[in-house]
Every structure is written in structure tokens, then in C-alpha cells.
């Protein structure tokens, strides 16, 4: 039976510990700052609310609060981190944030998990990024990937490419979401009803998404598959190609990314 343990259950921590609350078998502390949320959040999904240090006492701690507020838990985390016999393993979901950040913070070797999780985390659809530290051993990898797999995909990775898969996994829900309301005025344009023309968008989007996974064929094949010779899909395309569409979603990520 894991323990899992949340620090900060704000929008990403709460999202991870309702994946996590779908199997039966994961225990949870919750603790957060205003301690109402991480009352709110016991009451929908059982477990047990704690102070920052007692939820060391797991065997997976996530750390959920802003990158900027991670020095001040620290503060707070490392006598009882220095103490403990057999640390958790720390889950760390901070952007730009390095395992060897963590571990100065730390103030000890601990090991750490850090993954990149996205917003879709929250219908069980997320991908999430992540690499372990070297003293993560493989079963304790198992037991988390297990434990958390309501989650979504999780993909294993070198660490210097979480940034960069990043601003595709994490950044991209809202480069989705601004093509699929982009795609919705479309059809109102056409005529359709707004909530139908939504419908579509979504439903189509994740339809295209799933086709690609699946079959595992290149985007370029399956759009070539849609577009019938003088047919209406690829007068749409053109339309999408003079508008310098492909262009602007790659400068999107390379923007995302400190780069534009
Ligand atoms: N949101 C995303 O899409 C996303 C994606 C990938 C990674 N992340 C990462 O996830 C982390 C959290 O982001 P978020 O968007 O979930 O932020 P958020 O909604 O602001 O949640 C942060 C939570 O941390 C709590 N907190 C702050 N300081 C604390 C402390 N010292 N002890 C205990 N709890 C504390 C806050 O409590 P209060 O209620 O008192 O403010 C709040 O509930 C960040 O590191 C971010 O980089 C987020």
C-alpha cells in the first residue's frame, strides 16, 4: 500500500493527488498552506490532512508549490528531512527546476522523481514527463508508475529534455485550446451553433490525436489521407498554409521556450 504524500494542493498537486485517489490502495497526506484546500480536497477524496513535515512520512512526497516558494519549504522541510531514516522520494513537478536544485535544497541525498506534468492530469488524460534521480531504484520506479498511472501517459526521459518537452506537453493544452475555439468560430461562422461547433472541435481533436497514436502514422501521411484530389479538405489546408499556420505553432514552442 504506497503512501503518497502532497505538499501544496493547488491546481497541478490536487490534479496528481485525484489520480492517485482512483486506486484504492494509495494512501494520501495532504498538507498545504491554507489548510482549508487540503481540508476541502480530504473531504472529496479521503485520506489524511498533515503538516508539510509529517508528509515526509510517505513513500512518495509531491512537492506542489511555485517554484518561487520552494526555498521557504525548504526551510521548513530539512531538520525533519535531515532526520528521517529512510527519506521519501521527492516528487518534484516545479518547471525549470533541476533534481540537483532539489537536492542543494534538500540539504541531503535523497532520491527524487521529477516529472512534467500537464493540465489534462485532471480527466486521467495528462502526459507526464519525468526522470528519476540515481537513487531511485527501479522497483521504487515501478511503484510509482504504478501508483500514479490513473494520471495518464507517463514518458521516461533524459532531464535535459523536460524543458523542451515542456513547451509541447505542458504549454500545449493552450496552444490546443486557442486552435480548437480558432476551429469553433469557424463553424459559427458557417453557420453552426455554438455549442455544436465546439463539440466538433474538441471531439475532432482528440478523434486526430488518438488516430495518429494508434496507427502510429506520420501527421503529414494522414492529413495527405483526408485531402481527396480538388476536394474541399485540402482548399483548407491552403488556407491554413497561406496563413503561415505550421510557421506559427513552431514559433509558438520556440517562444515557450526563451527563444522567439
Ligand atoms: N499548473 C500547471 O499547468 C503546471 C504544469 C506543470 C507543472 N506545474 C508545477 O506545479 C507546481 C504548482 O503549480 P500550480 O499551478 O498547481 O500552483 P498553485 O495552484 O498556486 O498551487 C500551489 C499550492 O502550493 C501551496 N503552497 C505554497 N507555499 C506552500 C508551503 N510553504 N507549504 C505548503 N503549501 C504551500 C499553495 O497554498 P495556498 O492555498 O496557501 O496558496 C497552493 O495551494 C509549480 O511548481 C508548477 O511549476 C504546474
Redesign the pocket.
Known sequence: MPVLGF???????SALARAAAKKPENRLLL????LE?AELLREELGGELTF?ADALAADYTFL????A?LE??FE?LRPALAEAERPPVLVS???VTSIDRILALAGREVPVIRI????PVAVGRGVILYTCSPLVTKAQEAIFLEAMSEGGRFIRTEERLIDAG?CIS?CGPAFVDLFAEALADGGVACGLPRALALELAAATLEGAAALMLETKKHPAQLKDEVCSPGGTTIQGVRALEKGGFRSAVMEAVLAARGKG
Open positions: 505538499i501544496g494542493t493547488g491546481n497541478m498537486g498538507a498545504n498552506r491554507s484546500k508539510n506542489g508549490v511555485k517554484p516558494g521557504d519549504l521548513e513537478m516545479a518547471a512534467m506534468p500537464n493540465t515542456a505542458g
